[in-house]
């Protein structure tokens, strides 16, 4: 089992850099898939970015793709979303997750952090 803390969230100006991290307990780290979801008010949740267990792939939804960088560091159990260039429309609760396969499908993940909020003004 999974326990999952993200941190690094807060509120910055379009066209600013955040780095979310998001902490990881247990052994298991290294065989899990990870990812990045975010919600926004009155928004489902929706999928930002996804990284393998041994970083050898990773994904991103359309909209983050040249902007957010999903890493991870298993030795330290924790996966990084590095954002650059924000907009006003990346404003959103953000929440890591651990996956048993590498997927994009919010079902497929069974592990959720408590999120940490981004709010980017214009």
């Known amino acids: 089992q999974a326990q999952l803390v993200e941190s690094g969230g807060g509120l910055v100006q379009a066209g600013d850099s955040l780095r979310l991290s998001c902490a990881a307990s247990g052994r298991s780290f290294g065989r899990y898939g990870m990812g990045w979801f975010r919600q926004a008010p009155g928004k489902e949740r929706e999928f930002v970015a996804s990284i393998s267990a041994g970083s050898m792939s990773t994904y991103y939804t359309d909209s983050v793709k040249g902007r957010f960088t999903i890493s991870r560091d298993n030795a330290k159990n924790t996966v990084y979303l590095q954002m650059n260039d924000l907009k006003p429309e990346d404003t959103a609760v953000y929440y890591c997750?651990?996956?048993?396969?590498?997927?994009?499908?919010?079902?497929?993940?069974?592990?959720w952090g408590q999120g940490t909020q981004v709010t980017v003004s214009s």
């Open positions: 997750a651990a996956s048993t396969v590498y997927s994009s499908k919010r079902e497929e993940y069974r592990y």
